[in-house]
């Protein structure tokens, strides 16, 4: 089954070719990140208009870089929670228009869903259940998969994703936007013992987490060294952060899978890019003999190739129709 996707849930216009949920035949990511960057963050007013510019190009290089004519897929499943909203309905009523129009099903699918599915792309021995750490731009939860379509939060973000929490303190820090991979970069160089940073507890809730204290302390620091002209290591403090976010994610995952059982475990999303995360989950793996599946950093951040595994599954499991598009609206996962 050939499933055309389409994602546009924030900062980037995707389409994609996916074939039984597993075969990627074509990918194409339209980015705006230079845009939003003029701003500082992702402005979403810019964001809805920029997929209407981009839809229709990103979706047609899809079908011809798979070599396909629209009217050989045999679904078309788009992103339609959660996300910004105009951006949303952008590729949301598109997709769903192009299914209408030409008389195939149409998968309404859940963002953080496809953030998981698109594991399967990149490991196709994977299957659930398994546990997982999704980290986003805006989602941070300890996700386990039972199933397919069939998911239970154990833990997550009190407040923060962790996305967002890179994406503040790059702010603050002057370094500009998308904060994570430059953060990332700038952590390669630093002492992560530089500086002392929080670390977060829930009462009752130890697999629940929060980013709020951790980034306040920063944009402190940041404060309190321009206050009194001293200059702030930027390297060491990008050090210290990566370190404080591995050491509130890790362990916690670590705990989920000692209570699970859990196997086998996947991160995902686009802070699942991230170098130290991903070094300190190989020690993890390694430590606990625990099977650890990281996707490739092409399908950590939003693309529609994840979309398109995620929408098989929800095809087979019976969740198609052009009225389910807002199915997903109030739904966690
Ligand atoms: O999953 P994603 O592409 O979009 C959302 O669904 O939110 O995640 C975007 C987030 C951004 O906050 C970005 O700064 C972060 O992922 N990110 C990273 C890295 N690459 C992207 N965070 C830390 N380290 C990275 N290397
Ligand atoms: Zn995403």
Redesign the pocket.
């Known amino acids: 089954m050939r499933i055309l996707a389409i994602e546009s ?2 900062d ?1 216009t995707a389409a994609a070719v996916v074939e039984d949920g597993r075969n990627i035949l074509s990918s194409v990511v339209d980015t705006q990140i230079e845009t939003h960057a003029l701003y500082g963050g992702v402005v979403p007013e810019i964001a809805s208009r920029r997929h209407m510019e981009a839809v229709v190009r990103v979706t047609e290089k899809a079908l011809a870089d798979a070599g396909m004519d629209k009217r050989a897929v045999d679904a078309v499943a788009a992103t339609c929670a959660p ?1 910004l909203i105009g951006a949303l309905l952008v590729g949301a009523n598109f997709g769903k228009s192009l299914a209408f129009a030409l008389q195939k099903p149409f998968i309404p699918v859940h ?1 953080i869903r496809g ?1 998981i599915a698109a594991t399967y792309l990149a490991y196709p021995d994977l299957k659930p259940p398994f546990l997982t750490l999704i980290a ?4 941070s939860e300890i996700v386990m998969v039972r199933d397919y379509t069939d998911f239970e939060i154990l833990g997550g973000t009190r407040d923060d ?4 929490a ?2 503040k303190v ?1 702010r603050v820090l002057g370094v500009g936007y ?4 430059k ?2 970069r700038l952590a390669q160089e630093g002492d992560p013992m530089c500086y002392k940073l929080p670390d977060s507890h829930i009462k009752d809730a130890p697999l629940d987490f929060s980013f709020s204290g951790l980034k306040t302390a920063v944009i402190n620091l940041a404060h309190n060294a321009e206050q009194k002209g001293e200059t702030l290591d930027k390297n060491g403090l990008a050090a210290s952060f990566c370190a404080a976010v591995v050491h509130t994610l890790v362990p916690r995952l670590e705990m989920a899978a000692q209570r699970t059982h859990a196997r086998r475990v996947v991160c995902a ?3 699942a ?3 130290f ?1 991903r070094a300190a989950l190989q020690e993890m793996a390694k430590r606990t003999h625990t099977r650890l599946y990281l996707p490739p950093l092409s399908l ?3 693309n529609a190739a994840m979309i398109g595994s995620q929408a098989y599954y929800e095809y087979l499991a019976g969740s198609v129709g052009l009225t389910l598009q807002n199915a997903f609206a109030t739904a966690e996962i």
């Not at 986003?136 to 989602?139: D, E, L, V």
């Not at 994703?161 to 967002?164: D, F, I, L, N």
């Not at 998308?178 to 991979?181: A, K, L, N, Q, S």
């Open positions: 849930s924030c980037e996300g963002h953030h986003s731009g805006g989602h994703a962790a996305g967002e890179f994406d790059a998308p904060g994570g991979p953060i990332d999303g686009g802070v890019a991230n170098s995360l950590c951040g939003d």
